[in-house]
Every structure is written in C-alpha cells, then in structure tokens.
C-alpha cells in the first residue's frame, strides 16, 4: 500500500526559506519506474504544479519559481525534500507530494496524493 | 508553458443527470492528460489517465476521452457523492500544468 505525507513549518515568515519533506511507503525512489511530485494549492484556488523527481535523480521544476525551488531525495529515509527561498505571502497554500508511476518511461498520472500540508507565509 | 482551460468553471446539476466537462490545451498534448476529484479538505483522487483510461476502482459512469486539444470527462449519471471540484492535468511537458477546476454543485 503506497502512502505519502508531507511535513513541515505551518508557518513561515517572508524571505526565509521553506523546507518542506514527503515521507512515503509503499514503494522505492531506487527502483526505476517511479517519481514524485510536489504540488500546491492557494486557499480557494487551483493546483498549481511545482517540482518533479525521478528515481534516476532527473529533476524538473515549474520555470516561473525555478530558482526558488530545489528538489532533493533521500532513498535511505524514503524521502522527497523541496525547498522554497524567499518565501512571500502568496506563497500561502496547502502543499501535497504525490507518487508518479511510469509507464513505459512516462508519467502519466500522480495517483497516490499525501494529505496535504497548510503553509502560511506571514510576518 | 501550455495553458488548459476547462469549461465551465462552475456547473450545478442534479442527481442523474448527465455532466460534461471541458479541459482545452494551448497546443496539442497527444493523450497525455488526466482527470482529478477534489472535494473539500481532501487531496486530488485521480479518475483517468492517458485520456480514456479509467484509474482503478473508479466507478464506470466516469469516462474520459479526446486528444490533441481537446479533452472530455462526462459523468453518465451525477451521484450525491460526485458533488466535487474536478480538475484535467497535462503531462505532455514541463511544467505539468493543471486547468482552473469545474466546480460541481447540486441544483
């Protein structure tokens, strides 16, 4: 059973730096076949797309917050690290990891979501 | 980035009826859109993939198809628990953009 869960700060101040970790089960970031993507929601508001990381460490990023976002793994701990500098007060969103099967070497879906986690970017 | 654009953005209907929803790429995805469910509070449920193809474990009177541009999801027959806000996903290229959400309410 695969499952996935975001943790980190509920709040954080403008300009710092946010460290968001996605621990998962279920399956393994070492095995081909498989990536993880972070995604965020505005309250209210559509999701909106943010990073992707592949089993073989290929990286994708949104192009309007690339050079905010950094994507890391840790096959070890089964874990996905994103981090967001300077963070802003539109940054505010619910923030969710979610687990990418290939198929045939594409993603075509993100079928197992975490539940989520509420940021606030507020001083 | 290429843009989706879903149509409409809100919908009210009632229970049994029959519902479409829209999802309009800026430029051609082949098949490489998917189909979510999101009710308050709660995480996307993903329904379809690659167009047409119904995720596993999701009821039949969901069905999606198209290519290219254009890309359906119809619902045969609305139940209580299909009261929700969808939304379509390209994955055609980076970023894997998501379209605004149809929102469908109880008439």
């Known amino acids: 059973q695969i499952t996935l869960k975001e943790s980190g700060p509920t709040l954080v101040k403008p300009t710092q730096t946010l460290t968001l970790t996605c621990t998962f089960s279920?399956?393994?970031?070492?095995?081909?076949?498989?990536?993880v993507g972070w995604i965020r929601q505005p309250p209210g508001k559509a999701l909106e797309w943010l990073a992707l990381i592949y089993w073989d460490d290929d990286k994708r990023y949104s192009p309007s917050l690339k050079s905010r976002l950094t994507i890391t793994k840790d096959t070890s701990k089964n874990q996905v690290v994103l981090t967001m500098t300077n963070m802003d007060p539109v940054d505010t969103a619910t923030y969710y990891c979610a687990h990418g099967p290939l198929w045939f070497g594409e993603l075509l879906n993100f079928d197992y979501w975490g539940q989520g986690t509420l940021v606030t970017v507020s001083s | 980035d290429i843009q989706l654009t879903q149509s409409p953005s809100f919908l009210s209907a009632s229970v049994g009826d029959r519902v479409t929803i829209t999802c309009r790429a800026s430029?051609?995805?082949?098949?490489?859109l998917a189909w979510y469910q999101q009710k308050p509070g709660k995480a996307p449920k993903l329904l379809i993939y690659?167009?047409?193809t119904l995720q596993s474990g999701v009821p039949s009177r969901f069905s999606g198809s198209g290519s290219g541009t254009e890309f359906t999801l119809t619902i045969s027959s609305l139940q209580p628990e299909d009261f929700a806000t969808y939304y379509c996903?390209?994955?055609?290229?980076?970023?894997?953009?998501f379209g605004q959400g149809t929102k469908v309410e109880i008439k």
């Open positions: 996903q390209q994955l055609n290229s980076y970023p894997q953009t």
């Open positions: 279920g399956f393994s970031l070492s095995t081909s076949g498989v990536g």
């Open positions: 430029q051609g995805i082949s098949s490489y």
């Open positions: 690659a167009a047409s």
